[in-house]
Nanobody
Framework: VQLQASGGGLVQAGESLRLSCVVS????????MGWYRQAPGKHRDMVAT???????QYAASVKGRFTISRDNAKNTVYLQMNSLSPENTAAYYC?????????WGKGTLVTVSS
């Protein structure tokens, strides 16, 4: 399985972005897909995850503004980000977990200007 994230860019505060993560290979064995982010000088933190059965979890700071979803027919997981703020500036990474192994995609950079 390989992951390809896209959709990052430069936006102003209050605007929206949608990130996409295309999964190359079968998603059958993937139990959880997620988005994580890492700001300069900080640890990589969970933003949102979606598990089998479409159970979702969100970081407290994004709940109500970000939405994770997936399209199994397109092997794609999305992260809709609304009401962005400069604090959301980071490299965003897609993750897949099959119960044993973690797979990471390359990050896509999101920059939010004030």
């Amino acid at each position: 399985v390989q992951l390809q994230a896209s959709g990052g860019g430069l936006v102003q505060a209050g605007e929206s972005l949608r990130l996409s993560c295309v999964v190359s290979g079968s998603m059958i064995d993937i139990r959880v897909m997620g988005w994580y982010r890492q700001a300069p000088g900080k640890h990589r933190d969970m933003v949102a995850t979606i598990a089998f059965g479409d159970h979702t979890q969100y970081a407290a700071s994004v709940k109500g503004r970000f939405t994770i979803s997936r399209d199994n027919a397109k092997n794609t997981v999305y992260l809709q980000m609304n009401s962005l703020s400069p604090e959301n500036t980071a490299a965003y990474y897609c993750n897949a977990w099959d119960g044993t192994n973690d797979v990471w995609g390359k990050g896509t950079l999101v920059t939010v200007s004030s």
